[in-house]
């Protein structure tokens, strides 16, 4: 199995553009994140949702620890869709090209979301309307399978290599972006609407702003032209007839060590953005100031993840993921501590450190390491395979286990902790076990297949 695949570009200059200039890299990289905060603001909305109202609306005959928990077993079923659209989007990216799958993707998940807004409740059709809900949940997850590979490549393929973790950070704005947003128009309609007329009608406001959303999204991503390293892959080779078999025979050391590495990135994120909301409720502290302080350390990672995405260049992709998931690793603990004394000083920092480094440390090098581990023909479906699989596996049920576990210890958070801690251990093996792919710590060179165009 090969271990190293560089290119054999004729100039090693890191620095060489990739694509024909600078403008058109702006706008690639602008795209890409609008693209991105669409089609997950669609995805992410439905995870404050259960935070916060699910339980009430479509599992109201239970206990609300138990009906949480159900919400979130519903919010989990997108993960587990996640990975079948990221090979089946992932091939329809080999193949097709970055630009129309992503065309593709933002409509079904889109339209999935818009659906929700419009669903009946427990009190009008019974339990029919989980059912409903775990089926556009489905779809939601097949579609989002493939945009996060797709949005990457965009704005990777474009920059040139020496300045790559830069550029392609702005793409995982997107995410915390996305998230943001419904967190917010969740807390003004909380604090602005009664109780039952949020619970009755204001909850489906941020799912019908959705259609708002998609059309913007579509706009722009339609204005994107495709990726010249995928032109030129078509136009040099005919593409891989089943890239996904040729990764796993070829690099698998790629795959599952990528697959490893994602693991702390997809546990933490939901760990701060939506569990420790309902451990809040669980210790009798308001969750409003877990939101608020959600809120504020978001927008601090905004900030810094292109930073981050520039260390990378600057000291290396793997170097920087490693650093920043010990980092996670030392504030598991704190962060709940920081919870149980309901200070809201002390939770608004434990969250930004949380999340605007340890959660941004391991995000944005993956935005340039994931699709510097695999060769062009077969880019989309690599990327796509290590980030779906690795979010179902540790994203996917986070939640659900987590408040599991809860229940069962009694509301001491210890087994959840150590749950975290594994899932963090894990990534730091498969960290260990990869290589560094940065050119500017390679000498100039790629690892693997990345084929390099002059400016013109």
């Given at each position: 199995?090969?271990?190293?695949?560089?290119?054999?570009a004729?100039?090693?200059d890191?620095?060489r553009t990739a694509?024909?200039?600078s403008k058109q890299?702006r706008r690639?990289?602008?795209a890409?994140?609008?693209?991105t905060i669409?089609?997950?603001?669609?995805?992410f909305?439905?995870?404050?949702?259960?935070?916060l109202v699910?339980?009430k609306?479509f599992?109201?005959?239970?206990d609300?620890l138990?009906?949480?928990?159900?919400?979130f077993s519903?919010?989990?079923?997108?993960?587990?869709?996640?990975p079948?659209?990221?090979l089946?989007?992932?091939h329809?990216g080999?193949?097709?090209?970055?630009q129309k799958t992503?065309?593709y993707?933002?409509?079904l998940t889109g339209?999935?979301?818009?659906a929700?807004?419009?669903m009946?409740?427990?009190?009008?059709?019974?339990l029919?309307?989980?059912?409903?809900l775990?089926?556009?949940?489905?779809i939601?997850?097949?579609?989002v399978?493939?945009e996060q590979?797709?949005?990457?490549l965009?704005?990777?393929?474009?920059?040139?290599?020496?300045k790559?973790g830069f550029?392609?950070?702005?793409v995982?704005m997107?995410?915390?972006?996305a998230?943001?947003?419904?967190?917010?128009?969740f807390?003004?309609?909380e604090?602005?609407?009664?109780?039952?007329?949020?619970v009755?009608?204001g909850?489906r406001?941020?799912?019908?702003?959705?259609?708002?959303?998609?059309v913007?999204?579509?706009?722009i991503r339609?204005?994107?032209?495709e990726s010249?390293?995928?032109?030129?892959?078509?136009?040099q080779q005919?593409?891989?007839q089943?890239?996904?078999?040729?990764?796993?025979?070829?690099?698998r050391?790629?795959?599952f060590?990528?697959?490893?590495?994602?693991f702390?990135?997809a546990?933490?994120f939901?760990f701060?953005?939506?569990?420790l909301?309902?451990y809040?409720?669980?210790q009798?502290?308001?969750s409003s100031?877990v939101?608020?302080?959600v809120?504020?350390?978001?927008i601090?990672?905004l900030?810094l993840?292109?930073?981050?995405?520039?260390l990378?260049?600057?000291?290396?992709?793997r170097?920087?993921y490693?650093?920043?998931?010990?980092l996670?690793?030392?504030l598991?603990?704190p962060a709940?501590?920081?919870?149980?004394?309901?200070n809201?000083?002390l939770i608004?920092?434990?969250l930004?450190?949380?999340?605007?480094?340890?959660?941004?440390g391991?995000?944005?090098?993956q935005a340039?390491?994931?699709?510097?581990?695999?060769?062009s023909?077969a880019?989309?479906?690599g990327?796509?395979?290590?980030w779906?699989?690795?979010?179902?596996?540790?994203?996917g049920?986070?939640t659900?286990?987590?408040?599991a576990?809860?229940?069962v210890?009694g509301?001491?958070f210890t087994?959840?902790a150590?749950?975290?801690?594994?899932?963090i251990?894990?990534s730091?093996v498969?960290l260990r076990?990869?290589?560094?792919?940065?050119?500017?710590?390679?000498?100039?060179?790629?690892?693997a297949?990345w084929?390099?165009?002059e400016?013109?």
């Amino acid at each position: 199995m090969p271990t190293d695949l560089e290119s054999r570009a004729d100039s090693p200059d890191p620095n060489r553009t990739a694509t024909g200039g600078s403008k058109q890299l702006r706008r690639t990289v602008i795209a890409s994140v609008i693209g991105t905060i669409a089609e997950y603001y669609d995805f992410f909305i439905y995870g404050t949702a259960s935070a916060l109202v699910f339980n009430k609306v479509f599992f109201p005959e239970v206990d609300p620890l138990v009906g949480t928990l159900a919400a979130f077993s519903t919010y989990a079923v997108g993960f587990f869709a996640r990975p079948l659209g990221g090979l089946v989007w992932g091939h329809v990216g080999d193949r097709l090209g970055r630009q129309k799958t992503l065309v593709y993707t933002l409509l079904l998940t889109g339209l999935g979301t818009f659906a929700v807004g419009l669903m009946p409740t427990y009190q009008q059709i019974g339990l029919w309307a989980a059912v409903i809900l775990v089926l556009v949940r489905l779809i939601q997850g097949f579609g989002v399978g493939g945009e996060q590979g797709g949005a990457l490549l965009l704005t990777a393929e474009a920059a040139p290599p020496g300045k790559r973790g830069f550029y392609a950070s702005f793409v995982q704005m997107g995410s915390p972006a996305a998230y943001l947003i419904p967190t917010v128009l969740f807390a003004i309609l909380e604090a602005q609407l009664p109780e039952d007329a949020f619970v009755s009608w204001g909850w489906r406001i941020p799912f019908l702003l959705s259609a708002v959303v998609v059309v913007i999204g579509l706009y722009i991503r339609l204005r994107v032209p495709e990726s010249e390293t995928f032109r030129a892959v078509k136009q040099q080779q005919e593409p891989q007839q089943a890239p996904v078999k040729m990764l796993l025979r070829q690099h698998r050391r790629e795959v599952f060590g990528g697959m490893l590495a994602k693991f702390v990135e997809a546990a933490v994120f939901p760990f701060y953005t939506v569990f420790l909301v309902s451990y809040a409720k669980a210790q009798n502290v308001d969750s409003s100031i877990v939101l608020d302080a959600v809120i504020i350390a978001i927008i601090v990672e905004l900030i810094l993840l292109p930073l981050w995405g520039r260390l990378t260049d600057r000291i290396g992709r793997r170097t920087t993921y490693l650093g920043a998931a010990v980092l996670n690793l030392v504030l598991v603990v704190p962060a709940f501590l920081a919870v149980d004394t309901g200070n809201t000083v002390l939770i608004t920092l434990l969250l930004i450190a949380g999340l605007a480094l340890g959660h941004a440390g391991t995000y944005a090098p993956q935005a340039s390491y994931f699709p510097e581990l695999f060769p062009s023909s077969a880019r989309y479906s690599g990327v796509s395979v290590v980030w779906q699989f690795g979010a179902m596996l540790a994203s996917g049920p986070f939640t659900v286990v987590a408040s599991a576990l809860l229940v069962v210890a009694g509301g001491s958070f210890t087994w959840v902790a150590v749950y975290l801690a594994a899932l963090i251990v894990l990534s730091i093996v498969g960290l260990r076990w990869l290589p560094e792919t940065a050119p500017n710590r390679r000498g100039g060179r790629e690892y693997a297949d990345w084929p390099r165009y002059e400016n013109h």
